[in-house]
T-cell receptor, first 112, second 115 residues
């Protein structure tokens, strides 16, 4: 079974703080993704990576950056957290094109 | 541009009722994949089904069934004899051939099954 883990289930940060969300997978998948989930908007893609050190912007990359130094780990960085980044953040992995994505449990981030 | 619409924001049913969750998609690609995911209260999305654009056969898996109709660009999901454990948020998603590793999600439908 694929296992995708995220560093925290709940996180509370202050405006202006630098925030790191970590995602680790154990199935050697090439592709990894970060989404944010907001009520009424579904899941929106922030960034994805198809290989180590490779990254591509998704639909809403503003205010975020990512890092993929090792195949199994994909980090989402909020350089200066703002209240409008309060959301549920979901990490996912993908074995190959058109296969299903596997999701982590999510991190509910609150920025005050 | 690709788009997925789940017009039903929230549905409430009583246990043992049948319920259908609607999904309408837009794409200019002739090759694409459609997905359904379930998100229970624990938060982790669970994959339910994948269907490619060349396979319009309906699928049944236990109490779950899916109706794919290209003529109406719809991929609806029916739960027969619903149970309380079916309570969750359900997402429909689309992947186009050109962007094979990206998913576009609908807004989701909250299903509440009451005992």
């Amino acid at each position: 079974d694929v296992k995708v883990t995220q560093s925290s289930r709940y996180l509370v940060k202050r405006t202006g703080e630098k925030v790191f969300l970590e995602c680790v997978q154990d199935m050697d998948h090439e592709n990894m993704f970060w989404y944010r989930q907001d009520p009424g908007l579904g899941l929106r893609l922030i960034y994805f990576s198809y290989d180590v050190k490779m990254k591509e912007k998704g639909d809403i990359p503003e205010g975020y950056s990512v890092s993929r130094e090792k195949k199994e780990r994909f980090s989402l960085i909020l350089e200066s957290a703002s209240t409008n980044q309060t959301s549920m953040y979901l990490c996912a992995t993908l074995r190959d094109r058109f296969s299903e994505q596997y999701f982590g449990p999510g991190t509910r981030l609150t920025v005050t | 541009a690709q788009k997925v619409t789940q017009a039903q924001t929230e549905i409430s049913v009583v246990e043992k009722e049948d319920v259908t969750l609607d999904c309408v998609y837009e794409t200019r690609d002739t090759t694409y994949y459609l997905f359904w995911y379930k998100q229970p209260p624990s938060g982790e999305l669970v994959f339910l089904i994948r269907r490619n654009s060349f396979d319009e056969q309906n699928e049944i898996s236990g109490r779950y069934s899916w109706n794919f109709q290209k003529s109406t660009s719809s991929f609806n999901f029916t739960i027969t004899a619903s149970q309380v454990v079916d309570s969750a948020v359900y997402f429909c998603a689309l992947s186009e051939a050109l962007y094979g590793n990206k998913l576009v999600f609908g807004a989701g439908t909250i299903l509440r099954v009451k005992s």
